[in-house]
């Protein structure tokens, strides 16, 4: 747990235990980062963990998928990330920017119109046509220079979660008949020339992740078996971040039932990629089975947002348990949580005690 973990580019983590990217909703309207969420990231770094990871960050204005997030769209979002970069490596903590575009699932206050692979009646949006989807590319390419140049040791590409990369890669809402639709090889086109993209863009040290769902959102399980598999073939990733729910979760199609989620991804062969995960990873017995059952690191969620020092702590008690919620609005401010963030806490999870 403790043991220090390499990758194929920049720098090692001191540990196993890294922060997830966690939606916080703190930061301004027009995208910059906010003292809140400054305080928020960096404490986690002063904290122990090994890697931080921001919320995900848009890439395109219109990528924007929920208040106050995150923006890394434009050049004046550069200096706030700095001074983030900055911060998390003094406190001795590998930092990455998650690059994100939420697609048919933008933010329908913040965004005028919803675009994705195809045109799609339940969210009113529409079809990228083929200029759209490499400009979308290009911007992923532009977000992850803009975080080498603020001085992050890395970035993750959301390709999870039901976001504009999982619509290209699910036949539900890819119906597109180019280059980009149809076949899995055509669907996660996008996704592979970002990822080629990126690596040529930024410098041989800049880290490189990228999480995925491996199923739901429209997604086939053995598709993501293949193309991880695939991926990491290939080498070109650092890291692959497998967004479970619950690690210890069966696969929904019950014909797959045989093992767990995260055992069919375990056994792939790696070629140096490592392979971490999340999902309700809580307490130290948590960690330890998780690692155990072949992770080389742990993305810790709710945990780390309910002890900042959550590394420091499990290090000292290998018994340690997360605390129970909901938990008072006390507990939450002396762990660098703001009343905004606060709100979405209690409103969509109940972590926070009702008012």
């Known amino acids: 747990m403790f043991a220090s973990l390499s990758f194929p580019h920049g720098p090692a983590w001191k540990s196993r235990l890294a922060l997830a990217p966690l939606t916080n909703q703190q930061s301004h309207a027009d995208g910059t980062l906010s003292e809140e969420e400054f305080r928020w990231l960096t404490m986690r770094a002063e904290g122990g963990f090994a890697m931080v990871m921001t919320a995900a960050a848009h890439v395109q204005a219109c990528g924007q998928g929920f208040p106050g997030q995150l923006g890394v769209w434009d050049d004046r979002h550069i ?77 993750e590409i959301h390709g999870a979660h039901g976001y504009i990369l999982a619509q290209f890669m699910s036949p539900d809402t890819n119906q597109r008949g180019d280059e980009h639709g149809g076949s899995v090889e055509n669907r996660t086109r996008l996704t592979r020339e970002i990822t080629d993209g990126i690596r040529a863009a930024c410098g041989p040290d800049f880290q490189l992740g990228i999480r995925l769902s491996p199923e739901r959102f429209g997604l086939s399980l053995p598709e993501n078996v293949d ?27 019950e014909n797959l039932r045989g093992k767990s989620l995260l055992a069919h991804f375990t056994d792939i062969p790696r070629h140096g990629t490592r392979l971490g995960g999340a999902g309700k990873i809580r307490d130290g017995e948590d960690i330890r089975n998780v690692l155990e059952a072949g992770l080389d690191f742990a993305l810790i969620g709710r945990a780390g947002i309910l002890h900042h020092d959550l590394p420091r702590r499990v290090e000292a008690d290998a018994g340690y348990m997360a605390p129970q919620t909901p938990v008072s609005v006390a507990h939450m401010e002396a762990e660098g949580v703001s009343p905004v963030f606060v709100t979405y806490l209690r409103d969509t999870f109940r972590m926070v005690e009702p008012l």
Do not use: C, N
């Open 79 to 155: 200096e706030g990330l700095t001074r983030l970069a900055d911060a998390i490596r003094a406190a001795g903590s590998v930092s990455s920017l998650q690059l994100h575009h939420a697609g048919i699932r933008a933010d329908k206050t913040a965004v005028k119109e919803r675009v994705g692979p195809s045109d799609h009646a339940e969210t009113g949006s529409r079809a990228l046509s083929l200029e759209e989807v490499a400009q979308v590319r290009d911007d992923f390419i532009a977000a992850a220079k803009r975080a080498e140049t603020a001085g992050f040791d890395g970035a």
């Open 227 to 253: 193309f991880v598999r695939a991926l990491m073939a290939e080498g070109k990733l650092d890291y692959i971040d497998l967004s479970l729910w619950d690690y210890k979760k069966l696969p929904d199609d």
